[in-house]
């Protein structure tokens, strides 16, 4: 007999015996949906990860200096002659000052956080403004009494009004708003929003202490490790030591959060493939009480000629295409699971044609191996005994 | 063409063991239709068991066509039932969920022939027991003699050196039983082979030899009392 007739022979089983053989693909059916709505939701994840990564700036890498000390330190105006002196690995830089303040319009008033930044940051972190400017080099010159705020802070005190060319009060002083920023948090409270930036020579003096916070942008997505090597040497040249600074930069983070990710899809994943497995056993027990219900069947076709291989293929085949048919209604099962799955978290989730693949050869590959064994049990048979089993 | 010599089949060996076949010696001729007849118990399914190739004997030497069937493999033990040998069973033996031109195709399957020629094969054999109208019927929707018709299409399709049948009537009322007796004795004056077991003499005596055992043991052989 050939694969075709094996085949038809198959699908007339499965025909015949519908509840049972659905039930049976069962196992298969969750597990290769659950393989494949798990894969999708990990990848779709891991993507949304990275363009949130890219969105606070993918060239970024940012620069904490602790050290402090008399003779050895590192200045903005250090960074500045840097990023100056290497055009081919660094674009911008800008000191960076948080505190929180309490900004004040009329009556209206809340805690914000105040960011001391130079005219670069809205370049290095990928903001935009929505109307009006981002803080300039003469605001940093002069320490000019000018911010620029974020979405939130501009509902939260001017309503709909436009704050550009209004002002606020900071502390004790009086700014004028030059920029708001586009929003980029959603808006929230606490979140993206929920700031206000001033020069950061100005914040300096305000809060008498030094920068201790550097954000630099590369010159080039792929100048971002060698941009960081060379701050790294050039800080330990000053510091003479690993402790007094750190720098980090956007990808690397981005590589830790990666496999972070992937340790988890595949603890997902590993879980899933459990579940295959005990799908394989499932058709292995139908397919012995398959071959024990079919024994005299057997035997009738053995008196005619039959081989042994001819009886394993007939039921090994059965066991596949029962398994296989189960991966193909577990991969229609998963595409809508995932595609469920990620309107209930607000994100695209795209099945991968890799995922789909691989759980499908995978529960054919099950079908095979678990119904190996019942096939070569049916194939061995004595005709006699199975022509006379009742 | 079929030539026993010595065969025994003993199972239990050692001290209950029992000789359903005790060392019996025959040979059959090409064109032959021989009856087989003896008690249950006598060891006559056991002998038709050997001679179908289904079982092997524990002794002796069994000669099909000139080839020693005892050095041969499982699967040519296979293929000579294939191609050699044809069976009617007692029950039909008709898989349930195939329809009759499957069940006749069957053998032809297992012998590697195309769909065209399985299915002029089988319509042939269909033809010679008069059920070319009842291709797409299951078995369960004929009557016992119709499906024992099925079985002996089935038997002839691949145009076998002997046909054997185990007790063909024995599921069927007289009068069908007689038409397919009829139908045997048809087909070997067709030229077929046959080798017909029973328990009942009266049926053995449709056949032109009868070889009576009892114990394992044959106690006559000679020509049929009334050949048919």
């Known amino acids: ?390 | 063409m079929i030539r026993l010599e010595d065969i025994y089949k003993i199972y239990n060996t050692g001290e209950n063991e029992v000789r359903a076949v005790d060392g019996i010696s025959l040979t059959i001729q090409k064109g032959e239709y021989v009856a087989i007849v003896g008690q249950s118990g006598s060891g006559k399914s056991t002998l038709m068991n050997i001679i179908g190739c289904l079982d092997v004997p524990t002794a002796g030497r069994y000669l099909l066509d000139g080839d020693d069937v005892g050095a041969l493999s499982d699967n040519k033990l296979a293929d000579i039932r294939n191609r050699r040998l044809g069976f009617v069973f007692q029950q039909y033996n008709l898989i349930a969920k195939l329809n009759v031109l499957e069940n006749v195709e069957l053998p032809l399957q297992y012998g590697g022939y195309s769909a065209r020629q399985r299915r002029e094969k089988a319509e042939g054999a269909l033809a010679r027991v008069g059920l070319l109208d009842r291709l797409h019927h299951l078995p369960s929707q004929l009557s016992g003699g119709q499906q024992q018709r099925v079985s002996i299409a089935r038997a002839l399709v691949s145009d076998p050196s002997v046909i054997l049948a185990d007790e063909p009537t024995g599921a069927l009322d007289s009068r069908t039983g007689l038409d397919v007796l009829q139908f045997l004795t048809q087909l070997n004056e067709q030229g077929n082979t046959i080798v017909l077991i029973t328990h009942d003499s009266k049926i053995a005596s449709m056949a032109r030899r009868v070889v009576n055992i009892s114990d394992g043991k044959i106690i006559s052989d000679e020509p049929s009392a009334a050949p048919a």
């Not at chain 1, 659905?22 to 059916?29: E, K, Q, R, S």
Request: glycine letters at 10%; hydrophobic letters at 45%; charged letters at 20%.
């Open chain 1, 1 to 390: 007999m050939n694969i075709k007739q094996y085949f038809l022979l198959a699908l007339k089983s499965i025909r015949t015996s519908k509840l049972r053989s659905f039930l049976t693909m069962l196992g298969i059916i969750i597990g290769v949906a659950s393989v494949i709505v798990l894969v999708s939701i990990m990848n779709s994840f891991s993507g949304e990860m990275s363009s949130t990564f890219e969105s606070f700036g993918a060239h970024l890498i940012t620069v904490n200096i602790f050290g402090r000390s008399s003779n050895r330190t590192v200045s903005a105006e250090d960074l500045y002659e840097w990023v100056d002196a290497y055009p081919d690995q660094l674009r911008f830089v800008s000191p960076f000052i948080a505190s929180p303040v309490t900004v004040k319009n009329g009556t209206k008033s809340l805690t914000t956080t105040l960011n001391g930044t130079g005219e670069d940051y809205d370049k290095i972190r990928n903001k935009e403004v929505e109307n009006g400017r981002f803080l300039g080099y003469i605001d940093m010159e002069r320490r000019q009494k000018v911010c620029v705020i974020g979405s939130y802070v501009a509902t939260e005190l001017f309503g709909a009004d436009d704050p550009v060319g209004r002002q606020v009060r900071l502390g004790g002083d009086i700014f004028n708003v030059v920029g708001v920023l586009k929003e980029t948090g959603g808006g929230l409270q606490g979140g993206d929003d929920d700031c206000v930036f001033i020069p950061y020579t100005l914040a300096l003096r305000m809060f008498r202490q030094m920068s201790g916070v550097y954000y630099l942008s590369a010159s080039d997505g792929n100048q971002v490790d060698s941009a960081a090597a060379l701050l790294r040497s050039k800080l330990y040249q000053v510091y003479q030591s690993d402790d007094a600074y750190r720098v980090a930069s956007m990808n690397e983070m981005l590589t830790q959060v990666n496999e972070l990710l992937g340790m988890m899809s595949s603890i997902l994943v590993g879980i899933a493939a459990i579940s295959l497995l005990v799908g394989g056993i499932g058709i292995m027990n139908i397919m012995l009480v398959s071959v024990t219900e079919r024994t005299r069947e057997i035997g009738i076709r053995k008196s005619l000629g039959a081989k042994r291989r001819d009886i394993r293929g007939q039921f090994i085949i059965e066991a596949a295409v029962t398994s296989a048919l189960g991966g193909t209604l577990g991969i229609l099962l998963g595409i809508t699971g995932a595609y469920l799955v990620g309107r209930l978290l607000g994100f695209t989730v795209v099945p991968t044609p890799t995922a789909i693949l691989m759980a499908f050869s995978v529960s054919a590959g099950i079908g095979i191996l678990f119904g190996y064994f019942p096939a070569s049990k049916a194939s061995k048979l004595n005709p006699i005994d199975a022509l006379r089993y009742e």
